[in-house]
């Protein structure tokens, strides 16, 4: 199981979601989709799995959490420090 961020360097907000995992001691493993020759197949699949935003797309354990704003409000909810808890300081 691991903390996956997909990202795009082309997509800033990919950072703040960054920062704030780094801020609650979970070090996600960062793909950067745009470096991938498959990475516009990547973005698609992502939008077929209900990701809002093609990226940043967040996966926890193995699970599709979302982009930006679904992390930012489990994190207002208080609904993600438990998810991340296995993760935190956990390096990949």
């Keep these: 199981m691991s ?3 997909l990202e795009s360097e082309l997509h800033s907000l990919a950072e703040g979601v960054q920062i704030l995992f780094q801020d609650l001691g979970a070090h996600p493993c960062i793909y950067e989709i745009d470096q991938d020759p498959e990475g516009k ?3 698609k699949a992502l939008m077929r ?4 935003g093609p990226v940043p797309a967040v996966f926890v354990g193995g699970k599709l959490i979302g982009s930006t704003n679904e992390v930012m409000s489990l994190h207002l909810s208080g609904s993600l420090i438990p998810l991340l808890k296995p993760y935190q300081a956990n390096l990949c």
């Design 3 to 5: 903390l996956s961020v």
């Design 41 to 43: 197949e990547i973005e």
């Design 49 to 52: 799995m209900g990701c809002n």
